[in-house]
């Protein structure tokens, strides 16, 4: 059964900072999904990442894939308060259920 | 498509009363699933369809929980009776099966935040 670990849980950092979320999981998953939570609000989708060495950014985020270390990073470059947010990242098991697992998630303060 | 929607919004009710959560997902999805978040035990999946058969309802806590999808558009979750222990926001997502589309990416609804008192 695919396990989701994300760190840190919790993360306060100063606005124009870089920092990295890493997600660790415990076996296969050659899909790796990254989604972002307002408080009070649903999940919406970041990135969708479908192979080895696979890179997607957007504005200030960006988000990586590395299957053999079984391993995704979300690196934050240069902070905002809008990025103020939790953010969870979900492994899809292998075999023929297209379920989602995901992490704890980590919860982003952005402070001025 | 309008996305997955979920109602109601908000629901309120005393302890012991049946409560009964619906969603509609995305038109050409395949499965639906239902998860309920809490601050003390964060997402959690309760149950999950694939062409409106349920395939694991393992993480369902207890009898009192059911769930049903009689059709291809329409889901419910039903606690009865209900406990205040079961205060939380409950989603429904949904998304494609392989070989239908894109799959994998599930996409919720705006969440039933739901207060038993």
């Known amino acids: 059964e695919l396990k989701v670990e994300q760190n840190p849980l919790f993360l306060s950092m100063q606005e124009g900072k870089n920092y990295t979320i890493y997600c660790n999981y415990s076996t296969t998953s050659d899909r790796l999904y990254w989604y972002r939570q307002d408080p009070g609000k649903s999940l919406e989708s970041l990135f969708v990442?479908?192979?080895?060495?696979a890179v997607k950014q957007e504005g200030r985020l960006m988000a990586s894939l590395d299957t053999k270390a079984r391993l995704s990073t979300l690196h934050i470059t240069a902070a905002v308060h809008d990025l103020s947010a939790t953010y969870f990242c979900?492994?899809?098991?292998?075999?023929?259920?297209?379920?989602?697992?995901f992490g704890t998630g980590t919860r982003l303060q952005v402070t001025l | 498509d309008a996305g997955v929607i979920q109602s109601p919004r908000h629901e309120v009710t005393e302890m012991g009363q049946e409560v009964t959560l619906r969603c509609k997902p995305i038109?050409?999805?395949?499965?639906l699933f239902w998860y309920r978040q809490t601050m003390m035990r964060g997402l959690e999946l309760l149950i999950y369809?694939?062409?409106?058969?349920?395939?694991?309802d393992s993480g369902m806590p207890e009898d009192r929980f059911s769930a049903k999808m009689p059709n291809a558009s329409f889901s419910t979750l039903k606690i009865q009776p209900s406990e205040p222990r079961d205060s939380a926001v409950y989603f429904c997502?949904?998304?494609?099966?392989?070989?239908?589309?894109?799959?994998?990416?599930?996409?919720f609804g705006q969440g039933t935040r739901l207060t038993v008192v």
């Open positions: 979900a492994g899809l098991n292998t075999g023929t259920a297209s379920k989602l697992t």
């Open positions: 990442l479908l192979s080895n060495g």
């Open positions: 369809f694939n062409n409106n058969v349920p395939i694991d």
């Open positions: 038109s050409g999805h395949d499965y």
């Open positions: 997502a949904s998304s494609w099966d392989r070989g239908t589309g894109p799959f994998g990416e599930a996409f």
